[in-house]
């Protein structure tokens, strides 16, 4: 039996997930998040987000567990458990959309708010009035909400850090860790609601040895880099990502 038919993906379909993920990885070790919505904006072309979801879930949790050499010792654990709380009450919000949710609007609705969190985090907009627990409630339910519907949950989280004036290094080692958390909650969920089944297990395995080698140079890129490059690299490519995502979309509908 050929192997891709465990996959359900041709040759060339199964190279193009396979450069996707390895880009994403990159950015994932470079900025703490982002891999997400770049698998979504890439395997759209090809799955329906019903398919997509799950895969991406997995290989979340497991780049988490490959950034941390690189991030544990920056992670601030009191925001990391505080937001935690309104992200889980989010997620199954998020998870029974994606199972009613037309396939093509939800990926619209993903890159929008790609585009809209990224214009606002580009304003370098600073509040610590909503520095308090609240407001880390508050974006953890939105968070958890995205998270289960689209995986790109650490958008307002990041927009949240990057408003309060969290660092760079802070702001990248505490998305990571408590996407790993919450990740491994929205895959129990979508475990349990069906929405995993072994064509999304055959479809993780090869791709596992690529997630390493783009965390590896992800961070080479991320201590060699400057704050303001940083921000700037980040924001534009998912900008850029997204209008490609709108513009596929638009043509399908």
């Known amino acids: 039996m050929d192997i891709l038919s465990y996959f359900q ?22 900025n703490g998040f982002g891999f997400s919505a770049t698998c979504i ?20 949790v497991l780049i988490s567990i490959f950034m941390i ?7 601030d654990w009191n925001f990391v458990f505080k937001i935690l709380i309104g992200i889980l009450l989010g997620s199954p919000v998020g998870l029974f959309l994606l199972k009613y949710l037309d396939s093509e609007i939800t990926h619209l609705s993903v890159c929008i708010i790609i585009i809209f969190f990224s214009f ?18 508050f974006t953890g339910i939105i968070s958890g909400t995205l998270n289960g519907l689209t995986t790109l949950g650490g958008m307002p989280v990041a927009l949240f850090l990057l ?33 995993v089944d072994m064509t999304t297990i055959y479809r993780t395995i090869p791709l596992v040895i690529i997630l390493p080698i783009g965390v590896f140079i992800g961070d080479k890129f991320f201590v060699k ?17 997204s209008i490609i995502g709108i513009i596929r979309i638009m043509n399908v509908i």
Request: proline fraction near 3%; charged fraction near 10%.
């Open 120 to 137: 606002l985090l580009m304003q370098g907009y600073s509040n610590q009035n909503i520095n308090n627990n609240s407001g880390k409630f």
């Open 9 to 30: 993906l041709n040759l060339i379909e199964f190279v193009f997930v396979v450069l996707v993920v390895f880009i994403a990885s990159i950015i994932r070790g470079f």
């Open 69 to 75: 050499p690189y991030i544990w010792k920056k992670i």
């Open 163 to 195: 408003v309060t004036s969290i660092q760079p290094v802070i702001i990248r080692a505490s998305l990571a860790a408590l996407f790993f958390l919450t990740d491994i909650y929205a895959f129990i969920l979508s475990f349990f609601a069906n929405i």
């Open 41 to 60: 904006s890439g395997f759209s072309f090809i799955l329906p987000a019903i398919e997509i979801v799950p895969i991406i879930l997995i290989l979340e």
């Open 225 to 241: 880099s400057k704050e303001e490059t940083y921000r700037k690299v980040v924001f534009y490519f998912l900008i850029i990502v």
